[in-house]
């Protein structure tokens, strides 16, 4: 099969387009022919070294496979040659205390493609049967890889950590980016008053049309005050943080009293100073969210199905263009999911 493999961590170029031996079926197993893949930031940072997880090498990336079921190994049941799938993202153990009270995202054994097993830059992948979830009719391969690491992530995030209500004050901050796109629309879904920031107008805009009631340019100066004064200076009740550094003091700093500022995120810097005394005056909470459990994806997917949530997508395109893609996916010059057809 054709595949994206590298086999030394590095720059985009180490990205190599290349034939390697198909997967090898084992009982239990299905083959999937990937008609989808998303592309996540995560997948630049394994390729370039600094993910902090134990990587393998040659790795094949890709944490978000849709496709068709291929090939079924012997006691596959459950699923036929041609049914439409996701791969889970997580594949609990179904053993540990986190998969037995429905925490799968915290499984330490968990199965996870594009990270300790082949992902989905192939043509093909091999799965578990258990690890597969049906693709709901009307949803096509394209919109439903776009939907588990986004609206999976946005949905754990707010609902499940966050604890948002309706009627409550939501700041998203890079509204821009995929999983800030998802979260507009879970924050809207779920009844609370959306503010955002921004890095264009443009994705101000965008992010209008997604939902959002108010935005804000957090290029330009005192941004933070500006999300005050849209709060009538209460700041606040849920943060959706996933930017880091300056980004998550000044976040902090305009969480609204008993406001949670939850975390998922830290590129623009991983390690923050914190004020002790006005973490606990204001009883601020700061919540980190890992992830998201199979049954908020498969709601989220359920969401979509229905029309309620809608994947938006920048592009789609050929595997052989996975250098271009993680180049475009580090500009940040996109506005959505970036996906990958082989
Ligand atoms: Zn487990």
Same mark, same amino acid.
């Given at each position: ?29 299905? $083959? ?22 134990g990587i393998s090498l040659p790795h094949i990336l890709g944490r978000e ?11 596959a049941g459950g699923f036929r040659v041609g049914d439409r799938v996701l ?78 209500? $309706? ?70 009740? $849920? ?46 909470? $700061? ?56």
């Open positions: 099969m054709r595949a994206v493999r590298f086999h030394r961590f590095g720059e985009p170029e180490v990205l190599v387009y290349e034939d390697i031996p198909d997967p090898e079926l084992g009982p239990g197993e299905a $083959v999937v022919r990937v008609r989808a893949c998303g592309v996540n930031h995560l997948d630049l940072d394994i390729r370039s070294g600094i993910s902090r997880l496979v849709a496709g068709e079921v291929a090939a079924l190994g012997p006691d791969v889970a993202i997580i594949g609990g153990c179904g053993r540990c205390p986190f998969c037995r009270t429905g925490r799968d995202n915290l499984c330490p054994e968990a199965r996870r493609p594009g990270i300790n097993r082949p992902g989905g830059y192939a043509e093909l992948v091999v799965a578990r049967v258990e690890d597969l979830i049906p693709v709901p009719r009307g949803l096509g391969f394209e919109e439903a890889a776009a939907v588990p690491i986004a609206f999976g992530t946005a949905y754990h995030m707010l609902i499940t950590q966050g604890g948002l209500k $309706v009627g409550e004050t939501v700041l998203i901050n890079a509204a821009g980016s995929t999983i800030g796109t998802a979260a507009i629309q879970v924050a809207r879904a779920a009844g609370a008053r959306v503010v955002v920031t921004a890095g264009s107008e443009a994705k101000l805009e965008r992010a209008r049309e997604l939902g959002a009631h108010d935005g804000v340019n957090y290029s330009l100066p005192g941004w933070e005050n500006r999300i005050l004064e849209l709060t009538d200076g209460r700041g606040p009740d $849920v943060i959706f943080e996933h930017v880091g550094g300056e980004v998550f003091k000044r976040s902090l700093a305009i969480l609204a009293v008993d406001g949670r500022l939850c975390v998922c995120g830290g590129h623009a810097g991983e390690i923050v100073d914190l004020d002790l005394i006005s973490l606990f005056r204001k009883q601020a909470r $700061v919540i980190g969210s890992f992830s998201a459990t199979r049954r908020e994806v498969e709601l989220a997917l359920d969401l979509v199905a229905r029309g309620e949530l809608r994947p938006v997508i920048h592009g789609v395109y050929p595997l052989a263009e996975a250098r271009l893609v993680h180049k475009l996916l580090a500009s940040r010059a996109n506005f959505g999911k970036l996906i990958l057809n082989p």
